[in-house]
Structures are given as structure tokens and as C-alpha cells.
């Protein structure tokens, strides 16, 4: 028997999760599934939803992309999606783009457009579908931008403040230290994906608010995150939240996934133009792929931002992040297994701030089973905490007795 032509329909994933992503999603209209499929002529993505809702559909060239954007929605679809490969489409992410901004970024491996998109609305038992059906054109066409455009609600639909939090004055008297925690990545840029399906994005927020607890329990520090919640912030934002808080450490939270399922270990990282090894540079252009992944507009910005320059100012900066790095090597060393180099250099664009000490930390591999399953744990996050803690004290001891003397 002979399928029919016109449908070979490649279902990668539908399913139903019964949970709620954050807070107050239970008024966000819901995506129920999204499927990518093979047509004979065009590549197809469907969005099954609860509701018809505004969209606005763009490309981005460098690399090629096409990205969707709708108001905040809750997703109750699968992350496996993510790994969709189906004929024009070769990777695929959803999530939180901005406050109020959920975001579709389609990876395609030649230049294409949304040729067509429609709704088709809910009859019977069936959804509320919005079809788009990609297909490639010359560069030329692709530039000119796709014909999705935006519906007709997009530009009226309630926007909502920056992510960026205003900084919080401390209140007179109030001596603590401040320390900016970043978890790395969130929202439509998950980082990397663990052995057993855990999110980067997830352990590094839920190591920096454990870490938060513990330090600001000591009552030494207030500490704040670049983000609270499963949301995208671009790397720039990320080390200016540490400048505007006047910050005197900045420490980001990173747990990467390589090919070899056996090494484990964590690693310290600081800022140099020239890497300590091809490990640390890699490392470190995939961290600045951030922004790209997110599918972040990033005219007039990208190159300065990419691009690390090490001038004078940032030297005094950088020996303080140097101390930094070895404080917390000694200190989580005890706490956690470590690579056998474990401090390395790089230019990491979240580390550039100018004026205050950083340090980026890997906390583990989530390709390796140990590393993920200790990640995961509360009681190894809280240990983590502490060490961090710990290397916090010695480091401005350190900075107090410099001072006087
Ligand atoms: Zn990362």
C-alpha cells in the first residue's frame, strides 16, 4: 500500500505536561504541541494551541534562522523537539525571549522563508492550529525578509517592562557586600542538555538561588541574580546588572555537555584575550553563542561584544579576577571534583565587565551521569553554596588587608 503523497508527516513528539512552566501561567495562552514535518514541496511547523494568538515571524542570516515570536505563552511540549532535524529545519528551541515575548528560533540549513502561514481553527476534539511552511529561496529573497510578516494584533498587544532588573538601593547602614550571581543561559537559549534530558539553564538557576540562600544567610552579602526565572538575557546585560548594582564580585554559573560521557569535573574560567588552551576557546565561543541561539537582534552590537579587548583600565580588574579564580578553585576543590586544570582563560564576552572582578564557573559536565545526578541535588548545590561562600571571605580578607596596607 502506497501512503499517501502528500502527507509524509514526521511526528517527532506530542505530549501533554501537566505542568506550569512560572508563575501565573495559568493566564498565558498554552502551546500544547509543536510538530515539524516533511512535505514534498516545503518544510512544515505546527503549533498547537488553545487559543489564536498575535505572532510576528522575522529571518536573521548568520547564521540562518527564522524566528517566531508570540506574547508570553506557557509551553506543555517536550524539550526533545529541540534536536529536530526534518528537512529544512536543523534545530529548533522555544522559550522566554523577554518579559511578555515568547520566542520560536528555527535553525535552517539553507536560506528560506515562511512562504505560507494560516490558522486552522479547533474543530471537534482537534486544537486550534498555526501552520507555517518554509521554503527556500535564494539569498537575495531572503534578505527581502519573509512574507509572515506580523498579524494584526502584534503591535497592540500589552507589552511588558525590560528584564534587566533596576537596582535595588541597599538600604542606609546596610554594609553587606554585593554579589551578582549569573545563572547562565534561560529561557529560548537552554544551554547545554544532560545525559538524562536536565536543562543547563535549570541546574545553573537553581545552583545560583541554593548559592544565594547560603551567602546572604551569613548575613555578609546581598546577592543578586541577572535572572530569576526561565528567561533569556543577553550576555551584555548580564555583567551591567553587576555594574549597576555596584557589585564587587560577579560569578557566572555554567554546566556544559561535551562528547566523552566520562570526564567529569568543574573548572574555573577568567577573561584573556589570548586562551589558555583550545579547550577554554572553544569553551568560550560556544558561552558567546548565546545571544545567536536566542536569536537576539544584535546589530551594532555583536562585534563589540565578541570581540575582547584587554586595555589597561581592565588590567587591575583582571588581577582581582585572577585572585578570584584561584579562591574559589582552593574552595570548591573541596567540595566538588575538579579538573586537573582547572583554572583556564578565555574570552568569554560575560566576563568583560571593566570594573568588576568575574569569574565564569563550570560546574560539572551534565554528558557525564555523576556530574548530572550531583548537579541535580539539592544537598551538592547547597555545598556548592558554601564553597562559593567561603572563597567570598577569603577573597575581600584578602582585598581588606591590600587596602590597608
Ligand atoms: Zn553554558
Not at 502528500?6 to 501561567?25: C, E, P, R, S
Not at 534561560?186 to 548559592?211: C, Q
Request: charged share 30%; hydrophobic share 40%; no cysteine.
Amino acid at each position: 500500500m502506497r501512503m499517501p503523497n502528500i502527507i509524509k508527516f514526521l511526528v517527532l513528539t506530542i505530549a501533554v505536561f501537566a505542568v506550569f512552566d512560572d508563575a501565573g501561567a495559568e493566564q498565558l495562552p498554552i502551546v500544547t504541541g509543536v510538530r515539524v514535518g516533511l512535505h514534498p514541496d516545503s518544510t512544515r511547523l505546527v503549533f498547537e494551541m488553545d487559543q489564536d494568538i498575535p505572532y510576528k515571524i522575522f529571518t536573521l542570516p548568520d547564521p540562518f534562522r527564522i524566528v517566531i515570536d508570540f506574547p508570553e505563552v506557557s509551553w506543555r511540549v517536550p524539550p526533545s523537539l529541540m534536536k529536530a532535524s526534518v528537512g529544512l529545519v536543523s534545530g529548533f528551541r522555544f522559550g522566554l525571549f523577554q518579559p511578555g515575548n515568547s520566542r520560536v528560533v528555527v535553525d535552517i540549513n539553507t536560506p528560506a522563508i515562511v512562504a505560507k502561514n494560516f490558522t486552522i481553527p479547533r474543530k471537534g476534539d482537534k486544537p486550534l492550529r498555526f501552520v507555517l511552511d518554509l521554503k527556500p529561496v535564494g539569498r537575495k529573497a531572503f534578505f527581502a525578509g519573509s512574507r509572515g510578516g506580523e498579524s494584526k494584533g502584534w503591535a497592540k498587544r500589552r507589552k511588558r517592562p525590560s528584564s534587566i532588573p533596576t537596582p535595588r538601593k541597599s538600604p542606609r547602614g546596610d554594609k553587606r557586600r554585593v554579589i551578582v550571581l549569573d545563572p547562565g543561559h534561560g529561557g529560548v537559549d537552554p544551554g547545554a542538555v544532560g545525559v538524562t534530558g536536565s536543562y543547563e539553564k535549570k541546574i545553573t538557576l537553581a545552583v545560583a538561588n541554593a548559592a544565594k540562600r547560603v551567602l546572604e544567610q551569613s548575613g555578609r552579602y546581598r546577592v543578586v541574580l541577572t535572572r530569576k526565572r526561565d528567561i533569556y538575557v543577553r550576555l551584555r546585560d548580564r555583567f551591567e546588572i553587576a555594574h549597576n548594582n555596584k557589585a564587587e564580585m560577579f560569578i557566572s554559573l555554567h554546566a556544559d555537555s561535551i562528547g566523552s560521557r566520562k570526564i567529569r569535573g568543574g573548572s574555573i574560567y577568567t577573561l584573556s584575550d589570548k586562551a589558555s588552551d583550545k579547550e577554554a576557546e572553544d569553551l568560550a565561543q560556544k558561552e558567546n553563542k548565546s545571544d545567536i541561539i536566542a536569536g537576539a537582534d544584535l546589530r551594532g552590537y555583536a562585534s563589540e561584544v565578541s570581540r575582547v579587548l584587554i586595555d589597561l583600565a581592565q588590567s587591575d580588574t583582571n588581577r582581582e579576577s585572577w585572585h578570584l579564580a584561584k579562591m574559589l578553585i582552593g574552595e570548591l576543590r573541596k567540595k566538588i571534583k575538579l579538573l586537573r586544570t582547572s583554572h583556564r582563560y578565555a574570552g568569554f564576552a560575560v566576563l568583560k565587565s571593566p570594573n568588576v572582578p568575574s569569574a565564569l564557573i563550570e560546574l560539572g559536565y551534565l554528558s557525564n551521569r555523576t556530574d548530572e545526578k550531583n548537579l541535580k541535588s539539592p544537598k551538592y548545590r547547597k555545598a556548592i553554596g558554601r564553597a562559593i561562600l567561603r572563597a567570598a571571605d577569603r577573597y575581600f580578607a584578602r582585598k581588606a588587608l591590600n587596602n590597608r596596607s
